[in-house]
């Protein structure tokens, strides 16, 4: 048996293979940001296609942190039973799935006209204006909004949750100096900014206990000067894995437009091996696989626990039965 078709755990699940569907988004929402029965066939079929975890796209905890008119949310009951359909029908598949919870922050287009909300007043760029910084009561709401949000996704049926600390969102915003200009005690040096995402870290595990899992997906580089760099982000991990993190999984960039191309495979790998060494929980990998060879290269060496693989999944289904 190769290493990538090898049984492996994440918190208390064991994954039949390596193997991971990522988050991508679809943009096939209702207007509202309910999933649809496209969203139920997509994971479903993937699921079939034999992939050992499925971690949903990203989810808006909240209307004023959606991405986009047409992703989807888990800010209320329907939007939860809506999703519960996609958990079902995963599971019948024979996969777990996560949900990856999100706040677009300064990236957000946010349903109804709520306020476009950031760690700080720093514009990602003229598209989408100046954001407001957050205030205590904005950010006590979003540590709830995250909490309800994980809640909703166990009660839906999901085996657990992802937090989305990457990609210039929200919680990526508070970890980057760049975005992240506070002088309170959630910004202002490396071991402030992490304390949000340390709150909603544990939020999350206070409320799901001790078997759901919780992951986060973090950009490990800013790929910027002065931004976030692979060092920075294991010394951040090495924080927040302690407040009941179950996995992490290690993009990069996004948080400055210049930066936001996707990273070449080598130096994505990179990234993922200074986090694997800095960590004792499992790391998944991502960027760019998308060959046998590749897997088993990155598992064999130790740079990561898990391969994702997206883009030639959306094309290829059954990648993991053909790899």
Not at 242 to 258: E, M, Q, T, Y
Not at 294 to 312: M, N, Q, Y
């Amino acid at each position: 048996m190769t290493l990538a078709f090898s049984p492996g755990r994440i918190g208390s699940l064991t994954l039949a293979n390596r193997i991971v569907m990522p988050p991508m988004q679809r943009y096939e929402g209702t207007a509202e940001g309910f999933a649809t029965d496209y969203h139920v066939n997509h994971y479903a079929r993937r699921a079939r296609g034999g992939v050992g975890l499925v971690i949903l796209e990203s989810t808006a905890i909240s209307p004023e942190g959606r991405l986009m008119g047409d992703d989807i949310g888990i800010f209320s009951q329907a939007h939860a039973l809506a999703l519960s359909k996609i958990a079902a029908a995963v599971k019948a598949e024979g996969a777990p799935a996560l949900v990856q919870l999100s706040h677009g922050g300064r990236k957000s287009r946010p349903y109804g006209g709520g306020p476009l909300l950031a760690p700080s007043a720093v514009a990602y760029d003229e598209r989408y204006g100046m954001p407001q910084a957050m205030t205590e009561a904005d950010i006590e709401k979003l540590i709830a909004d995250f909490r309800i949000a994980a809640r909703r996704a166990i009660d839906s049926g999901f085996a657990g949750v992802e937090l989305h600390a990457a990609h210039g969102y929200l919680l990526h915003q508070f970890l980057s100096p760049l975005s992240n200009r506070r002088d309170d005690e959630y910004g202002g040096d490396e071991d402030r900014r992490a304390v949000l995402p340390a709150r909603i870290i544990r939020a999350v595990r206070d409320e799901l206990g001790p078997q759901p899992v919780v992951t986060m997906r973090i950009s490990a580089s800013d790929n910027a000067d002065s931004g976030l760099t692979p060092e920075m982000a294991a010394r951040a991990l090495s924080y927040l894995a302690g407040h009941g993190l179950d996995a992490v999984h290690v993009s990069a960039g996004g948080l400055v437009p210049p930066a936001a191309q996707t990273m070449p495979l080598v130096e994505s790998l990179a990234c993922a091996e200074i986090i694997r060494s800095a960590l004792s929980i499992p790391v998944i990998a991502v960027g760019g696989i998308n060959n046998l060879a590749d897997v088993e290269a990155i598992l064999s060496t130790g740079k990561a626990d898990f391969v994702a693989i997206g883009r030639p999944l959306l094309i290829y289904p059954d990648l993991s039965r053909i790899l």
